[in-house]
């Protein structure tokens, strides 16, 4: 979790970026294996009537600091909702429109229970709230499946890569297939792993959550 204890520092440990100055405020979190640069395309159109705060989360390859990704620390989604909330402090955000993909959907979820005020709507992304399946419930994914595929992450992580893009991305946006590889790639398997360990349990822990 980042911690507030300067002017500016979880800005800057987050590499959070402000363009635009509407009175609105809209924050941009990106998902697994991503980073900011998945929103390049519409920051400028949003930034002509709104606020806009983009940040990379410390599991991305293109945050300097990559020792601050501690995967013991980092083994729910709290304390992504409490970094999200220590930046919004520091940008004196009062309210927001946040906008999550993916894993920062329930992250985004989270942050809204500990502090509604912070948040004016949420908007979600592809988003789950939990991922394996239970009675009753669908979540799209067996435990065997989990387990094929953290073991894929572990023993061969650029196949692994090649692999979920394929399947992930419009085989016909060759643009879009080739950034997203880069930046799993950039992630690192050393993280991908862990993280997707967090993905796949803290979703369970949240499901229910009121």
């Not at 709507?121 to 499946?145: H, K, M, Q, T, W």
Request: hydrophobic share 40%; with cysteine; glycine share 8%.
């Amino acid at each position: 979790m980042v911690t507030p204890d300067q002017t500016g520092v979880v800005s800057s440990a987050m590499n959070a970026r402000t363009i635009g100055s509407g009175s609105e405020t809209i924050v941009l979190a990106h998902g697994f294996g991503t980073d900011q640069t998945i929103w390049d395309k519409v920051v400028p159109l949003l930034a002509q009537h709104y606020r806009v705060v983009v940040f990379d989360w410390p599991f991305c390859g293109a945050l300097k600091q990559r020792t601050m990704f501690d995967p013991l620390k980092y083994c729910s989604f709290e304390p992504f909702a409490d970094d999200v909330i220590s930046l919004m402090d520091e940008l004196e955000v009062e309210s927001s429109t946040f906008i999550g993909h993916s894993m920062s959907a329930m992250i985004g979820c989270i942050a809204s229970l500990k502090r509604p005020h912070l948040f004016t709507r949420l908007i979600l992304l592809c988003a789950s709230p939990r991922y394996l399946n239970v009675e009753g419930y669908e979540g799209g994914f067996r435990n065997s499946d989990v387990e094929g595929l953290l073991a894929a992450i572990e023993s061969d992580y650029e196949s692994w890569v090649s692999g979920f893009t394929s399947i992930a991305i419009d085989p016909n946006d060759v643009v879009s297939r080739e950034k997203f590889r880069e930046l799993l790639l950039s992630m690192g398997g050393d993280v991908a792993l862990p993280l997707a360990k967090t993905v796949f349990a803290a979703t369970t822990e949240i499901c229910w959550r009121r």
